[in-house]
């Protein structure tokens, strides 16, 4: 009788926590703490604090196509996860409206907790904000944040998640934004093979590895910096884009750079091995190139055509194929 009462309790067990998994929610509210990467620095965005169903409702809504005005794109139509939330070979996203075109190349989403600013010019210093952008700009979701919460209002499964995750009868922007910025903390990239080298002290690094990690070091960590691999900064690196606007950018995280293209601000390089070309001979000489971008006087970093496949080599390391083809939460 015993061994049936606990079979009995076991299968009751498993039953919930299917239908956690099932659903994605539940009334019981589970606390998560997206563990800070023993190599990471202190973490800079403090959002609010993370639940598992909070962090299912944020992605619920990130994977949705009901929140844009057309109901056909979704976040995460080009935040892909496979690609490390890019868009593989897409220079400029297409957005609801066909003749309004933005920009800007979609910038992978991974460790959101440890930046400063966001969006390849740096405008926004608060991470909520990036998801009202996506929403409502004419160039990708063109929706308006009025009208994304009527329509989950109207939607009886939404008002019952809602419900049972932040214990709310109507739905308000704070709640949209608050859960979706949920998901967005989430996102934590720090299981590659360099994680496992330098965390692990686990040498899989082959010799053109080592000798590209001693090459990045030398020519690339001073923007590429830490383990994070940027420094946060703007800077204009002579991509030659006019002479209206600003030509600084956002020094990206090289983190599953290798899944990431087409790169730069305008997704103008489609490999690897442009963009090294590109570093050692095609740096334009601009009034306002930035110094790092400059050796002796001259424009660019010189590498031989060896130097260059050696970074390659090494910068394939970073790729965590863990945080592209699983589940995320930590």
């Not at 959101?112 to 996506?134: C, M, V």
């Not at 299981?191 to 990045?216: C, I, M, W």
């Not at 209206?244 to 997704?267: C, M, Q, W």
């Amino acid at each position: 009788m015993k061994k049936n009462k606990v079979f009995v309790f076991a299968i009751l067990i498993f039953a919930l926590v299917m239908a956690v998994f099932a659903f994605g929610l539940s009334t019981i509210k589970t606390d998560v703490a997206v563990r800070r990467p023993v190599n990471f620095p202190e973490i800079v965005q403090q959002g609010p604090a993370l639940t598992v169903e909070g962090v299912t409702l944020g992605q619920k809504l990130f994977d949705d196509a009901l929140l844009s005005k057309n109901g056909k794109i979704a976040c995460a139509s080009c935040h892909n996860q496979v690609d490390g939330y890019a868009s593989k070979g897409i220079k400029i996203n297409p957005g609801v409206n066909e003749a309004i075109h933005g920009t800007m190349n979609t910038p992978a989403l991974m460790n959101l907790q440890w930046k400063t600013s966001f969006f390849r010019d740096g405008r926004e210093s608060h991470l909520q904000n990036t998801a009202i952008n996506a929403l409502t700009s004419p160039a990708e979701m063109g929706e308006t944040m009025d009208n994304v919460v009527k329509k989950l209002n109207a939607s009886p499964v939404y008002k019952h998640y809602f419900k049972s995750v932040l214990g709310v009868d109507t739905i308000q922007q704070k709640d949209v934004t608050g859960v979706m910025e949920q998901y967005l903390l989430s996102l934590v990239s720090a299981n590659s093979r360099y994680d496992k080298l330098v965390v692990k002290q686990e040498h899989t690094f082959n010799p053109a590895e080592l000798e590209g990690f001693k090459l990045f070091k030398e020519k690339c960590a001073s923007c590429h910096t830490g383990d994070l691999f940027t420094d946060e900064s703007l800077r204009n690196i002579g991509t030659a884009t006019g002479n209206t606007g600003s030509r600084k950018f956002k020094v990206p995280s090289l983190r599953n750079i290798e899944v990431t293209a087409p790169y730069f601000h305008d997704g103008r390089f489609q490999t690897l091995e442009e963009v090294m070309v590109h570093y050692a001979t095609g740096v334009h000489q601009e009034k306002d190139l930035d110094p790092l971008m400059q050796t002796n006087g001259k424009a660019g970093i010189p590498m031989t055509e060896d130097e260059q496949k050696k970074v390659i080599a090494f910068l394939k390391t970073l790729t965590d194929h863990a945080f592209i083809n699983k589940m995320t939460l930590q």
